[in-house]
């Protein structure tokens, strides 16, 4: 990948899909073929949403059947974040506006997405993560728990 400045990108919902756009300007910085570039970075945007949308219907039906939500989905759904950014960035690219992108397309609060970030830029490894914890004993304090788990209190 060449050096240059990272591009915004925002993706826009298409039937069963996304599309990928980014400014003019933008277009004419990028040395490479633009086509092929959005098509892979929507690509690395589509199979992340799939991924937390799986996670999030699972924890919908655990709610239903009066289960417990394990935090480690939750780290999981921090995970796919984390990865999303990442691999986005291996294109240059960084999304506009993430948190809102993840509300309109996963139909998920901010505070969810906040915190499931901060448990898993915390815990490393979801090995951490006892099978056992619920979900809402960590959601309202995601570091403080973090950091218990990590540092073996």
């Known amino acids: 990948m060449t050096n ?10 298409k039937l069963n899909s996304f599309q990928a756009s980014i ?9 490479v073929d633009i086509n092929n570039l959005l098509k892979d970075a929507t690509n690395i945007y589509s199979n992340v949403i799939l991924k937390m949308r799986s996670i999030l219907e ?26 999303l950014v990442n691999e986005l960035k291996g294109l240059n690219f960084e999304t506009e506006n993430l948190y809102g992108h993840l509300i309109r397309d ?22 951490y993560i006892p099978e056992d914890l619920k979900w ?18």
């Not at 924890?59 to 796919?80: H, P, T, V």
């Not at 809402?136 to 073996?152: C, E, Q």
Request: charged residues 35%.
């Open 4 to 13: 240059r400045k990272k591009s915004g990108i925002i993706f826009y919902p």
């Open 58 to 83: 699972l924890n919908k039906k655990r709610r239903k059947e009066n289960k417990i939500i394990q935090a480690s989905s939750m780290w999981r759904f921090g995970d796919l974040i984390i990865k």
């Open 136 to 153: 809402s004993d960590v959601r309202d304090h995601p570091r403080r728990y973090a950091l218990k788990l990590i540092n073996g209190k």
């Open 23 to 31: 400014s003019t300007t933008d277009i004419n910085n990028i040395s």
């Open 106 to 127: 996963l139909n998920v609060k901010t505070t969810t997405i906040k915190q499931s970030i901060i448990f898993r830029r915390y815990i490393p490894k979801r090995e």
